[in-house]
């Protein structure tokens, strides 16, 4: 008889959003005019953002309580999911015997020219994490999308020796991922689309939306560079 287990894995994948689900009706949300006819769902709503931030939060915690960590927000798209998990870890610490002493280092990363990767990555605010050499590192990311990005980043950290490396990725697209950039802590696994919102962009537009929608072909040729 098969095993049931009622505990998630410790790696898991997240809350998954499969690839027929056609998201919420915007009628059903606020959110500003300057976008209206420029977005054709709600995948996640903020509140849902917040709900599983806590409980990677709480993960993290179990996982790296009493650890000095040094987290690595990953701007631009990284750092509303940055702040509100830091929070979420502060409010925990701040709550229990087990505290995290975390130091926060922001780099930038840029790669996407409309909804496209492009080949060159640009690092920028990373020239010398020497600073990270023997470090708990968590790697903070809004998006983990085709992967390449985050493997760049990986080896670009790595060289600087730090202890151990985790990553939390608030989203992971569901793309052909090589295996050494699946994000240790996931909030959500979503379809391969183009998403905006809670900081995530599309050429600069859509970080000011509190929810995470699905851009519209209109949204996408209106802001097209
Ligand atoms: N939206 C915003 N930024 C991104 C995405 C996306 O869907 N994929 C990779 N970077
Ligand atoms: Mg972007």
Redesign the pocket.
């Known amino acids: 008889m098969a095993e049931v287990s009622v505990r998630a894995e410790s790696k898991s994948e997240g809350i998954v959003i499969h690839d027929d689900w056609p998201g919420y009706s915007l009628d059903l949300f606020s959110y500003p005019a300057h976008y209206y006819g420029d977005l054709d769902c709600v995948i996640i709503p903020h509140g849902v953002i917040m709900d599983r931030t806590e409980r990677l939060a709480r993960n993290i915690m179990d996982d790296l309580g009493d650890h000095d960590i040094v987290v690595l927000c990953v701007l631009k ?1 990284g750092y509303q999911f940055c702040a509100d998990l830091v929070d979420r870890i502060k409010a925990l610490s701040c709550n229990s015997d087990h505290t995290i002493p975390m130091r926060v280092h922001f780099i930038r990363l840029k ?2 020219l409309n ?1 496209q ?1 492009t080949e060159d990555l640009h690092i920028l605010g990373a020239e010398d994490l020497s600073f990270l050499s023997g470090k708990n590192v968590l790697i903070v990311e ?5 992967g390449k ?1 985050m493997k760049t980043l990986l080896k670009h950290v790595e060289s600087f020796r730090p202890k151990m490396i985790k990553i939390a990725g608030l ?1 992971v ?1 569901r793309v052909q991922l090589s295996p050494t950039c699946v994000p240790d802590y996931v909030g959500f696994e979503i379809p391969n ?4 919102g809670y900081a ?3 050429n600069e537009y859509f970080r000011d939306l509190n929810h995470i929608c699905v851009i519209s072909e209109s949204g996408k040729k209106k802001y097209k560079i």
């Open positions: 798209g790669s996407y909804d990767s809004g998006i983990v999308g085709t990005t989203l697209k689309r183009f998403v905006v995530l962009d599309y």
